[in-house]
Every structure is written in structure tokens, then in C-alpha cells.
């Protein structure tokens, strides 16, 4: 269990129920259906829902399905199964959709406050009309219609009378507002598209401000936790909130009631704090779907990909994303966080949690000449150096085995304490060998080692202690499991793949050597992994079955980790 970080909003929310202000505390998380969560989305889910568990409060899932173009039914799909995996449990399923009528009602409750209008406007002359940050922005030319004008239009929009873009309705707040949101925002738009949820039934749609901020209130959410950019925002959140009144307004909601959606109104209060961003990756919606439908990944899921189907595919652990963003805290500070900071924490989550294993990733024969043809034996090794509790497993040992083939050098570099010519090297949990002969093709490439074993070296013999330099691990060849194992690495080869001052996209900067398909060999206790389970394979990192190809006949790894951070050298 991580230490957890004293931050700002966790000292809010603890303030509000100490002092009794919510009996129970409420937050939401709020995906737009556009594309597969990443990272950045784990940091407010781990937020947003480890907050409620915290605190004993709740968390709603709530689809922000305003925008209907652009939605996904696989969209929908994915988000639900990766806040789950993330390990958490949402009080209630909700759409914004479901609160559609209850935003109409609200409309129709501003036009008759005097607070909102029909606009004739088009797209381009209500930007020119906002003015710029140094200028007050004019007044629109239908800003004076009376309210029953306001409200037969607004009703014929609803019917489907008006064009996409002919006509919108905006609030009436302040076209001089030193707050540019202030400036008569828009509060629905006609777009004669269907929706999944509501089909055909709105040819209007609420705009993100007026939609986000009554169905925080509807859903009765305590903090309304948000990124950074919407802050000037707060004040038009606050507005709609204060000026629908929703609480003492109960014929507004009366359509949930009716339709078994329990509603209790609050005064939400937003609070913002600063994405999250990591380097060597890209995390804009947007930039992940063009890397799947251009194929540059091979999908959402692609274990490259930050997103959280990739992450997953790729071995991490729900506990290493919610360590990771627990210690990374919250702030309102801006900033890019170290891949290497994530890949640590992931490493701190499998060394305690990962049963170790033998593997060779590039296998290079190593013949044991002082062993019969026949020699099996059955080693007893443990599952975990640290921790008994993962027991022992049997590995089969004989004459003939698999190394490492960058454990053998013929002409070794200074330093190098692993297998040479001449030289010795222990065989872990077996003894020390000693390379008699190199054997090479025709080529001159060296296909296999000729050792002897030295049997007075072996675990319980008097000689077992007998120092040497280095200790190798193996597999041996007839009975260990031809596996796939594939290696990877960050997807970009630039910390800021968004920075494109140099002219190259981040398109141009995708690693190529980001994937490496390696086919080698793994004990028979590995072959027998379910799918995701998670292991170290010995002096090489930490693995996983794959989810979908892995089976026990055809192993298939994919490295989640190396051990060490190599990336620097
Ligand atoms: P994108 O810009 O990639 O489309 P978004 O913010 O529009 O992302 P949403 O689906 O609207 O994506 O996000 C759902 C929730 O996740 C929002 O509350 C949003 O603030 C939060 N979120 C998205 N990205 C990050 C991030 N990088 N760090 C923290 N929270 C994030
Ligand atoms: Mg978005
Ligand atoms: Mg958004």
C-alpha cells in the first residue's frame, strides 16, 4: 500500500466531511466515449474513485455522450472494462443523455428568468462578436428578443424546425465579462445527428459547460474534480448551477424519477488540478487514434500504446498505476513525468508480487561432456528469493542446455565475468562449468560451448561454495518450451514527441526498436502460466503471458519491464 500524499484535494474533501458539510461524499468520473482511456484518465479515476473509497463516500461512471458524431459503441465498451480493471466499481452507470429532457426543462426555466435567448448568429459572427482578451465583446442584435419569442423559437428548435448552425441558444450573462465563458456562451446548438443512446429523438444538443455542470448537480456530486484548462470556466459552472436551482426545482428532474434514476441535487464545487503527462509517449485522444487507424501500432491494445487496454496487454499492474499516480500526488502544477518513474513503480509492484522463472531470450547450446546422454535430474529451486510463501517448483536439468548467447564472449571485454573460453562460469543452481571448446558453423558463428561440470562444485558437495565470478541461468534443451518473447520499448525515440519545432511530427519520431520478436526457450513452469499471469524471468525482467496468444503448447511472452532502467545507456 503506497504512502499517500497529503494533497490539496484530499485535504478539501477530508475538511468537508470532518466539518460535516456532506454526510457522504460524491464524485464522478466523466469519459467522453471518443476513444480507449490512457494514463492521464487513470490519474482522475485513481482520483475520483480512490476518494470515494477513501472517504466512504461514492463515484459514478458518467459517459459525457453530448458530442454524438464522434461516439463509439467499443468506446463505451473499453471504458467500462478498464475502470474496472484498474480495480474500481462505479456507485452508478450514467450518460449525460439520460438527463436530456431535464437539460430542455432547464433551458426553458433560463429563457423565462430572462437568462438565456435564441441567437440567429452564424459560427463566424459569434466569434467576431466575442471581441478578444483586451476587448469587450458587443452585444448580439437578437440579444433583446422578448421571452416568449425566445421560447417559441427555442421550442421550434427542439422540433427540428431550423437547419444545423442557423440558430443557437445562448446565456445572457455579460458581453464585457473580463472572462471570455462569460460572454453569452452558447447552451445548445441544432445538429441533426443521431445519438446512440436517444436515436433520433433531439435535433438539439447541450453544450459541454451547461450539460457537465447540471449533471453534476443532478447526480448530487459533492467535488467536481477537473484538469486545469477548465478553471475560467468555474464561474459558467457555477452560473448554471446557481441560476437553474435544480434543488428547488423538482419538476425540472421529475423525468429521472419517473425513469428510476435517483436524483438528489447538490451544489457541486469544482476543483481543478493539472493533467498528467509522461515523456516518450503522446496522450492526445485524438493522436492515439490517428497511431491505430494509420497502423502505425497494432491497435488500441498494442503494448506500446499509454493507453490502458496497451498498458495492460503490455503486464502492468492495476497496483502499479494506482502506485505510480498515488505517488506522483496532485497538483495544480503543470509538468511531465519520467516514463522511468512509472516503469519503477511497476518494478516495486512485481518484485513482491511475481513468482521467478528461468528463461533464455537468445539461446546459444552449451553441452555438458561429463554428463551421460541419458542424465535427467530434477532441481529444486524457490519461486521467490525473498518470500517462502511462494514455495518451490521442480526444474529439469540434463546434459544439454540453452545459455544466454551474450553470456559467452570469445574475445571478452575488460570486466566481462561471465562464460569465455577456458573460463568458468556458475550454472545457477547446478555448479560451476568450465568452457573446454567453441564449436562454429561454416560461417564461423559459434553454434554451441563444450563445458565439464565440476560435480565436487555441485549444490551440497563439499566444493559448492568455491568461488567464481559470475552466475548464468539456463534452461535445459530437451525439456524446456519453445516460446515467442517480445521485447519492448518506448514508442517514441524523442521525450517530447508533441514537439514539432523541428517540422517532424510525432509520427516521425515512433521507435524502431520499440518491438523485437524474439524466439527462445522457457522452463516448463513458465509454458504453464495462465494468460496474464505475471513472472521475472531471472537476470532479464519482468514478463507476462499474453492475454490473447499465450498458450501452454505455445508460450507467448511479452516483456513488461527490464530490472534495471537501461534505458540511459
Ligand atoms: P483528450 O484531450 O485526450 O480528448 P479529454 O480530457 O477530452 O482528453 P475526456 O474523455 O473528456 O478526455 O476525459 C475524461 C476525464 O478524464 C476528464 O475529467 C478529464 O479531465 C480527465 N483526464 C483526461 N486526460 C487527463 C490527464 N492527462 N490527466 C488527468 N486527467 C485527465
Ligand atoms: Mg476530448
Ligand atoms: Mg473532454
Sequence with gaps: TPVLQQHFIRQIVREDVTSGKHAQIRTRFPPEPNGYLHLGHAK???????????????????????????????????????????????????????????????????????????????????????????????????????VEENLDLFRRMRAGEFADGSKTLRAKIDMASGNINLRDPALYRVRKVHHQNTGDAWPIYPMYDFAHSLSDALEGITHSLCTLEFEDHRPLYDWCVDKVDLAHDPELWEPLLAAGLPTVPSKPRQIEFSRGNLNYTVMSKRKLITLVSENLVDGWDDPRMPTLAGIRRRGFTPASIRLFWERIGVSKQNSTIDMSVLEGAVRDDLDGTAPRRLAVIDPLKLVITNLDEAHAESLTFPNHPKDESFGTRSVPFSRELWIERDDFAEVPPKGFHRLKPEGEVRLRGVGIVRCDEVVKNADGDVVELRCTLDLASRTGMPGADRKVKGTIHWVSARDAVPAVIRLYDRLFDLADPDDDSDGKTYKDHINPHSRHIAHGYVEPAAAGAAREDRVQFERLGYFVADMHDHTHAAPVFNRVVTLRDSWAK
Excluded: M
Design 44 to 146: 482522475s479515476i485513481c482520483l475520483n474513485y480512490g476518494l470515494a473509497v477513501e472517504f466512504g463516500g461514492i463515484c459514478n461512471l458518467r459517459f459525457d455522450d453530448t458530442n454524438p458524431s464522434k461516439e463509439d459503441l467499443e468506446f463505451v465498451e473499453a471504458i467500462q472494462r478498464d475502470v474496472n480493471w484498474l480495480g474500481f466499481e462505479w456507485a452508478e452507470l450514467r450518460h449525460a443523455s439520460d438527463y436530456f429532457e431535464v437539460f430542455y426543462r432547464s433551458a426553458l426555466k433560463l429563457i423565462r428568468l430572462g437568462l438565456a435567448y435564441v441567437d440567429d448568429l452564424s459560427a463566424d459572427e459569434v466569434r467576431e462578436y466575442r471581441g478578444t482578451l483586451t476587448e469587450p465583446g458587443r452585444n448580439s442584435p437578437y440579444r433583446e428578443r422578448s
